[in-house]
């Protein structure tokens, strides 16, 4: 029977709380009995527990759809968003801790800000046209249909962090690009006014930092709550970069 349709559970949220700031604060576990409802979240569960138990938890959120990528957390071991997960799909105990690797902030609340803005500045995530000023009174650029689609497709990414907590690599490799990197790197290969060479993009991802230190094992895709299609486009910029050295 599904968990929807049994009666009401009351669920055990265990949460790892922390302040790094506070020189009192020690790492423990607490855990606060919710009783479940219809459609409840996790988002929902957090909510409550500020409301009416503790309001001095810590968590983010500003979209509650799936959508600013800031509710990311480790719920029972597994990188995910908070918004987007329905408690009718996890057991009863449910534990919550932050995504790793990111400075914390408190509790659940994580700077992955910092983190995403050093690999968009390390990877120079925007177009490269060479023009040396813009020009206001040039026309759009065209582009058909099916190239904006699957240049829109890549730009899904709503930067949650998840597929870096989930990566082997990056716990090894703290300057590895991420499957949030390379699928950057896939979009801006992918456009035409971007007038990179496949040889600069070589320059800054064709290395163990980049798309050679990747082990394929598919943590990251398992885990993007998008559905990027990460594997295929790490895949494809692997070819470009053997090409690029075999030219
Ligand atoms: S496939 Fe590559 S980028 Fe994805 S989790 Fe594994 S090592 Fe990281
Ligand atoms: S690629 Fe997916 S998991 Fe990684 S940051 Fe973007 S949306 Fe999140
Ligand atoms: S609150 Fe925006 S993705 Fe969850």
Redesign the pocket.
Known sequence: MSPDLQETRILNINILRFDPYDSKSVPHIQTFKIKEAYGMTLYIVLNEIREHHDNSLMFDFVCRAGIC?SCSMLVNGRPTLACRTLTSKLPQEITLAPLPLFKLIKDLSIYSGEWMRGLNERLETWIHDKEEELNIDKLEQRMEPELADSIYELER????????AGCGTIQMRPDFAG??GL?KIARYHLDPRDKRSDEDYYELVGNEDGVFGCMTLLG?ED????D?P?QSKIAYLRRMMIKTTMA
């Open positions: 990528g990414c709503v930067e949650c962090g998840c597929c870096v499957a949030v699928n990251c885990v993007c709550p998008k990027l990460l």
